[in-house]
């Protein structure tokens, strides 16, 4: 089913865009393009290809989680601009 100027027009309004007479005529072409592309990828027997979510076979680039030694408190507040005795000190965002 090709795409008519009219299609354009409907999906131009959707998606709140306006274009001249040329514009038009010229997605009209490229729509319908795409729609032959479409069909000739259709053609091809695609029953032994397995589904992907991406071209390339891809991997977890994270780390293990690993339990090691935390760095001490006072160490962690040695340059912190304001603190309390255990804590960062940080000004009230949230009100009631």
Avoid: C, G, W, Y
Avoid at 23 to 52: C, G, H, R
Avoid at 76 to 82: D, R, V, Y
Wanted: net charge negative; glycine share 0%.
């Amino acid at each position: 089913m090709p795409v008519t100027i009219r299609d354009v027009e409907h999906i131009a309004r959707l998606a709140k865009l306006s274009f001249s007479d040329e514009e038009k005529a010229k997605l009209t072409e490229q729509f319908n393009e795409i729609l032959s592309f479409m069909e000739k990828l259709n053609e091809l027997d695609t029953s032994k290809v397995e589904p992907l979510s991406h071209v390339i076979e891809l991997k977890n680039v994270f780390r293990d989680d690993v339990v090691s030694q935390s760095i001490p408190t006072e160490d962690a507040l040695k340059n912190a601009p304001s603190k309390t005795e255990k804590f960062f000190k940080v000004p009230k965002v949230i009100e009631r």
